[in-house]
Structures are given as C-alpha cells and as structure tokens.
C-alpha cells in the first residue's frame, strides 16, 4: 500500500512550519497535467470505500479542515469530496459563534455536528478555531485558551474510542499567493462575495496566526489524531495531497460490507 500521507503528517512533538514550503510538489506523480490526469481515479476510489464506511455502519470518520482565508478549504470539499454520495457526508462550516453557542462550553456546538456512525463528517473550521482566531483576537484570556489543547486532546480521543477516526489538515499557504488569491476575489464577479474586509486584518497578524497554528498543531498532533501540514499554493497538488490522505486513512480502516443473508445464491427472482 502506497503511503504518501508520512509526507505530510505531523510527527508529535516535531513541527516546525517555517520549513514547510507551501509551493512544494514533493511527491507528486508528476507536473500539473499528470497528476492532475489521476484525480479522477482517485475521486473513484475515495467514492468506493466511502460506499463501503456507509454500508458498514459501524464507524465514521471526521476530516478537519483548518486554514487561513482563501487557502483552499472550501475548493478542497468541492474537488476532493464532490464524488461521494451526500447522503454519507455530513459537512459544516463554523462561522462565528453565535449568542446561544457562546452560552455554552466551546465544544458544544461541535460535538453535535459530529459524524454518525457511517458518515464522513467535514469541518470547514472547526474546534481549533477557540485556540486560533479567538487567541489572536483576545476573545478570551489566555489561561482559558491555554487549558483548551488539553480538552481538545481528550474530546477527540473520546470521539476515536467510541469508532471515530478523526484526520486533521492544514492548508498552509504563503502570504503572497494569499494576496494573489484575494487580488483574484476582487476582481471577479462571481468570487467577489467571497471578500470580506476582515479577511485583511489576518494579513496584518500573519505572524500570530502562524504562531498560533504551530501551537495548535504541536499541542495536538496525536497518533490516533494526527495531524497533516499540506502545501497548498498549487490547487492541483492539494486536491491529490488531501485525496491520498483520506483514501490511504480509509484503506487502513478497510470498511467491510456488512455479512449477507444466507441462502441468496438460491434465491429466485420471478
Ligand atoms: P472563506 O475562506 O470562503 O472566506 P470562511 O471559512 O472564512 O470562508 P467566513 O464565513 O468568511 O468563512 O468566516 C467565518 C469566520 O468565523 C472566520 O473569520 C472564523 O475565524 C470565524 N470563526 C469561526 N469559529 C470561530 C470561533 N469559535 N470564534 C470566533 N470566530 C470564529
Ligand atoms: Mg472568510
């Protein structure tokens, strides 16, 4: 079995993001148009496990995908995932919390959108956003962020103990294709909307941002919750870079069909 994902998956204790190239190709198959020329078998053999988690029933898996603005997150659900049934995927996007969600425990709102067993669960955001946007913003106090990792690290080992496989990734992007990417926003009709003019406050707290995603991953990044840092300046290399992560993650859990009734072989249908 190929194992591509080592390349990318975070070893605990070991990160160093400043190293991570976002323009890198590293392993890829071959330039744009060759590897690009394998997503389609790929989409098809994501689809075909998905089918068989869904038929199981047993177990599920949770796909986190974190990542500052216009890195990707929402291009990687449309190509990476755009071939599975919907009616096993589960995605959401966490925006700010609202009224009622902030009432509660940062959890809260994020435990219910986890999958059922079967599902493929997405997060557009997720959990880590209480240890990202909210330290650099100052949403809370530091003890209280601080004590977060440590909640996370338990709540997700509590999610992988009751039969949920739990896969986090970084969209890690440089801050010039950020601005190349934002300069493209504005200039289309169809993308504009996308915009927001806090999307630049991010740009001016890059560094934050960056120290605050090393702390979140490093803190985080267990065996059974890893985590993979993925370049993704180049849309292509990202699409294939998540896709082998979720299929080579799927393989291993090698989802089975559930056993038959006996006695099908001899069935006659008049
Ligand atoms: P796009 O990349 O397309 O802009 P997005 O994920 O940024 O998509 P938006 O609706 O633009 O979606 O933004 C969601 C916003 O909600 C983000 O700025 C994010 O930081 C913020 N957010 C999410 N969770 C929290 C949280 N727990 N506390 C504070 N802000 C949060
Ligand atoms: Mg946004």
Redesign the pocket.
């Known amino acids: 079995m190929a194992n591509d994902r080592k390349r990318w998956r975070v070893e605990p204790g070991r990160l160093d993001l400043e190293r991570v190239d976002p323009a890198s190709t590293a392993g890829a198959p071959g330039d744009k148009a060759t590897t690009m020329a394998q997503l389609p078998a790929l989409s098809e053999r994501l689809a075909d496990l998905q089918g068989r988690l869904w038929a199981e029933g047993q177990r599920s898996l949770l796909v986190v995908l974190q990542a500052l603005?216009?890195a990707g997150?929402?291009g990687t659900v449309k190509h990476v995932f755009s071939g599975l049934n919907p009616m096993g995927v589960h995605a959401v996007?966490?925006?700010?919390?609202g009224d009622e969600e902030l009432a509660h425990d940062?959890l809260w709102r994020v435990h219910r959108e986890a999958p059922r067993r079967g599902q493929v669960g997405i997060f557009?955001?997720s959990h880590y956003?209480?240890v990202l946007?909210?330290r650099v913003r100052d949403?809370v106090p530091p003890k209280v962020w601080r004590s977060r990792y440590r909640t996370i690290r338990h709540f997700e080992q509590g999610l992988v103990s009751e039969g949920t496989t739990v896969v986090k990734i970084f969209l890690h992007i440089s801050r010039e294709e950020q601005a190349r990417r934002f300069r493209q926003r504005l200039a289309d009709p169809a993308k504009r909307w996308?915009f927001?003019a806090?999307?630049l406050e991010v740009r001016t707290k890059w560094d934050d941002y960056m120290a605050a995603y090393h702390d979140a991953i490093s803190k985080t990044a267990e065996p059974d919750a890893p985590w993979y840092v993925v370049p993704a300046d180049r849309k292509w290399y990202r699409n294939w870079a998540v896709s082998r992560i979720l299929i080579e993650t799927l393989e291993e859990l090698d989802p089975q069909y559930p056993p038959e009734a006996p006695g099908l072989d001899q069935l006659v249908i008049e």
């Open positions: 603005d216009a997150k929402d996007a966490f925006q700010q919390p940062f557009n955001r956003e209480d946007v909210v949403l996308k927001s806090a999307d």
